[in-house]
């Protein structure tokens, strides 16, 4: 056999383990850092005013993504009104190995969340959802997209009412356009009778825009707390603009802003206030 013969035999072959080879240990490498960073960060402050902590975690996905699953896991933040406190039973973080910064998250079995609203009234759910998936785009400012999508959640709220939920979505991203964050929600067949909105939102989505977004920067790179960036909006004069809204639900029908509605909007908006 000519050598230029062996060398397109073996040649491919020798790329492809070369490839392997790369790939294995740049997983390794990665892994191994990610799994370094998150202990470190485990019971102190991911981001400042932020504290996340669990049980355990264990990193799988080998060879082309990062698959870390979180047991007990426990967010503390800091907000306006007082602490948002989230603790999920189960959380797993998917990511690839290689590419831009986009995680999936996904939730599982009990969830609890409780918080304080713009009139400083404490509240608390303890739900278990059919579905809990989020998804995070980040660049080299920080994040620039998050999105969040509940489907099929039945529990009970702090007064022990049981309540049921369709599906509740969340979505915020940095405006392309403008210095702005637009944000928007929805919810479909919630049945809780402490809504805003009565004992039966059949559907709702609302889109608003939170002027001078420029003022969370620092927050969304990971290198400010939310009361800070408040404080900067604040400072900068910033405003929530509510935009095309479609509401339908046993108090209320409506689809276009009224003053009666905004006392109602600022609960789907307590963090800004």
Known sequence: ?????????????????GLAAWAMIHWWSVAGALDNKLKAMNGRQAIPGVTISWTSQTITGF????????????VNAEAPRGPLIWH??????????????????????PQTLAWSDADNQRHQ?????????????????GLT?????????????????????????????????SDALDLMQSAVEVKDPATPFGDH????????????????AQLLAGRAGWMDAI???????????????????????????????????????????
Not at 1 to 17: D, G, V
Not at 148 to 176: C, E, I, N, W, Y
Request: glycine share 4%.
């Open 1 to 17: 056999m000519k050598y230029s013969s062996r060398f397109w035999l073996y040649a491919p072959l020798a790329m492809f383990l």
């Open 63 to 74: 060879p082309f993504s990062l698959d870390v699953m979180f047991s007990n896991l426990l």
């Open 88 to 109: 999920s039973d189960r959380v797993a973080m998917h990511a690839l190995s290689y590419g831009r910064a986009q995680y999936i998250f996904e939730a599982a079995g």
């Open 125 to 141: 759910l303890s739900f278990l959802p059919a579905s809990l998936r989020a998804s995070s785009i980040a660049n080299a400012k």
């Open 145 to 177: 997209r998050f999105d969040l999508d509940m489907v099929g959640a039945s529990g009970k709220d702090s007064d022990g009412a049981a309540f049921t939920v369709g599906r509740v979505q969340f979505h915020m991203r940095r405006d392309p356009k």
């Open 201 to 216: 939102i059949r559907t709702l989505e609302v889109y608003s825009q939170v002027t001078q977004g420029s003022a969370f």
């Open 231 to 273: 404080m900067a909006w604040r400072h900068q004069r910033g405003e929530i603009v509510n935009a095309p809204l479609h509401i339908q639900s046993s108090d209320v029908t409506a689809d276009k802003m009224d003053a009666a509605l905004v006392p109602r909007l600022r609960t789907l908006l307590f963090p800004f206030y």
